[in-house]
């Protein structure tokens, strides 16, 4: 059931106390990713309640719900129209909401072909830390004019504003899907994918896995779209590199869990290790990582790469300095045990020479929006 106004009234005096005392708010929906970011003690402001669908055009491919809202709700009502979110969230737990999805702006394997988190969302409702309740954008691509402050919220981790609502656009489920593996090398599997995105193939996604020392692995390609194309496309990109069709199951199995990161790439992480995301250009190559152990995992036809080393501070800052140099940027995604979690996860705006000057535009929306720094918890530094 969706709460009342009462509830904003609620979330707006709790922001004004805090902006009154000088105090800052965490904001948490279902905490699935309460590891993700800079950690913090501050005072919670949880949005679980604040929850509900508010409104579903399956013919306009709009859904509108409260930031409470817990995400399985959400691909649930589109699963019933044979709608999705194309981008694919994690969750992360089943917890998960839509909010936190937002907030967090991480996307799975279908990113690559449509695109993230942020190309999605058209309009939002927030509260800002003066207490102020404001709407930004609408329910259709085509609806601003000016600056889209909607699109900001994607990756803010709680620290811009609060949300309270969002309209974001939903895509039909593709007619078919495929999936194909192989034995590949990683400079060989880098190449044929840039190749293929190049070309009218239904490529939705793609993941090589192997060893960052010799760089053998296997690789695994999703085709998703028209019936025709699909069909088409499996014997052609089949033969190219000698793969094989997976079990339509299995298939679905590999790439939630790809999604969720529950493959044993990702959950096999030492108590000094951390897990490190790098993004970086279509064009990059294999990189030398410093430090790193065997498994690679490489996401978004190798624009997104997971790597697990050591969690120092010395082992971090050779992984940004050698990804900054081919244009990307690094960030500390989760933390062993024994890994000191005070430290920075981010490569800073400061430290890359393409983002210096967001830094400036960042601080100026952070002071008029929330002048008082209620949301200043510096979990998103």
Same mark, same amino acid.
């Given at each position: 059931?969706?709460?009342?106004?009462?509830?904003?009234?609620?979330?707006?005096?709790?922001?004004?106390?805090?902006?009154?005392?000088?105090?800052?708010?965490?904001?948490?929906?279902?905490?699935?990713?309460?590891?993700?970011?800079?950690?913090?003690?501050?005072?919670?402001?949880?949005?679980?309640?604040?929850?509900?669908?508010?409104?579903?055009?399956?013919?306009?491919?709009?859904?509108?719900?409260?930031?409470?809202?817990?995400?399985?709700?959400?691909?649930?009502?589109?699963?019933?129209?044979?709608?999705?979110?194309?981008?694919?969230?994690?969750?992360?737990?089943?917890?998960?909401?839509?909010?936190?999805?937002?907030?967090?702006?991480?996307?799975?394997?279908?990113?690559?072909?449509?695109?993230?988190?942020?190309?999605?969302?058209?309009?939002?409702?927030?509260?800002?830390?003066?207490?102020?309740?404001?709407?930004?954008?609408?329910?259709?691509?085509?609806?601003?004019?000016?600056?889209?402050?909607?699109?900001?919220?994607?990756?803010?981790?709680?620290?811009?504003?609060?949300?309270?609502?969002?309209?974001?656009?939903?895509?039909?489920?593709?007619?078919?899907?495929?999936?194909?593996?192989?034995?590949?090398?990683?400079?060989?599997?880098?190449?044929?994918?840039?190749?293929?995105?190049?070309?009218?193939?239904?490529?939705?996604?793609?993941?090589?896995?192997?060893?960052?020392?010799?760089?053998?692995?296997? &690789?695994?390609?999703?085709?998703?779209? $028209? !019936?025709?194309?699909?069909? /088409?496309?499996?014997?052609?990109?089949?033969? =190219? #590199? @000698?793969?094989?069709?997976?079990?339509?199951?299995?298939?679905?199995?590999?790439?939630?869990?790809?999604?969720?990161?529950?493959?044993?790439?990702?959950?096999?992480?030492?108590?000094?290790?951390? &897990?490190?995301?790098?993004?970086?250009? $279509? !064009?990059?190559?294999?990189? /030398?990582?410093?430090?790193?152990?065997?498994? =690679? #995992? @490489?996401?978004?036809?190798?624009?997104?790469?997971?790597?697990?080393?050591?969690?120092?501070?010395?082992?971090?800052?050779?992984?940004?300095?050698?990804?900054?140099?081919?244009?990307?940027?690094?960030?500390?995604?989760?933390?062993?045990?024994?890994?000191?979690?005070?430290?920075?996860?981010?490569?800073?705006?400061?430290?890359?020479?393409?983002?210096?000057?967001?830094?400036?535009?960042?601080?100026?929306?952070?002071?008029?929006?929330?002048?008082?720094?209620?949301?200043?918890?510096?979990?998103?530094?």
């Amino acid at each position: 059931m969706i709460s009342s106004n009462s509830q904003i009234e609620a979330f707006r005096e709790q922001v004004l106390n805090a902006a009154k005392n000088k105090a800052q708010l965490s904001i948490e929906g279902g905490g699935s990713k309460a590891w993700y970011g800079n950690p913090n003690q501050f005072t919670k402001l949880n949005t679980r309640s604040y929850s509900g669908i508010l409104e579903y055009q399956p013919e306009e491919l709009v859904i509108t719900a409260c930031a409470g809202t817990p995400l399985q709700e959400i691909e649930a009502a589109l699963e019933k129209k044979n709608q999705v979110l194309a981008f694919e969230p994690p969750h992360f737990g089943e917890h998960a909401t839509f909010g936190g999805a937002i907030a967090a702006g991480l996307a799975g394997p279908g990113r690559i072909s449509a695109g993230n988190f942020r190309d999605f969302v058209l309009g939002a409702r927030i509260l800002d830390g003066k207490g102020q309740d404001l709407s930004f954008g609408g329910k259709v691509m085509k609806n601003v004019a000016g600056y889209d402050i909607s699109r900001l919220l994607p990756g803010s981790m709680g620290t811009f504003s609060l949300l309270l609502e969002a309209s974001v656009k939903v895509l039909p489920k593709p007619a078919a899907t495929a999936t194909l593996r192989c034995q590949i090398p990683q400079e060989k599997a880098l190449k044929v994918l840039n190749e293929w995105a190049g070309q009218p193939f239904p490529l939705s996604a793609s993941c090589w896995i192997g060893n960052s020392k010799d760089g053998d692995g296997e &690789l695994t390609i999703r085709l998703a779209g $028209a !019936a025709a194309a699909v069909k /088409a496309a499996i014997p052609l990109m089949s033969s =190219l #590199v @000698l793969a094989k069709e997976m079990d339509p199951e299995t298939a679905e199995l590999f790439w939630k869990d790809l999604r969720e990161q529950k493959l044993t790439s990702f959950t096999n992480l030492g108590a000094d290790q951390t &897990l490190y995301r790098l993004a970086l250009p $279509a !064009a990059c190559g294999p990189l /030398a990582l410093p430090n790193s152990s065997d498994d =690679l #995992v @490489l996401e978004w036809h190798g624009q997104q790469r997971w790597m697990k080393a050591a969690g120092d501070e010395a082992t971090f800052a050779s992984i940004k300095q050698l990804v900054n140099s081919h244009g990307g940027h690094a960030t500390r995604f989760r933390q062993g045990s024994k890994v000191n979690p005070s430290f920075e996860r981010f490569t800073l705006l400061s430290e890359q020479a393409y983002s210096k000057a967001l830094e400036a535009v960042q601080a100026r929306l952070r002071s008029a929006f929330d002048p008082a720094g209620v949301f200043a918890t510096n979990r998103l530094p």
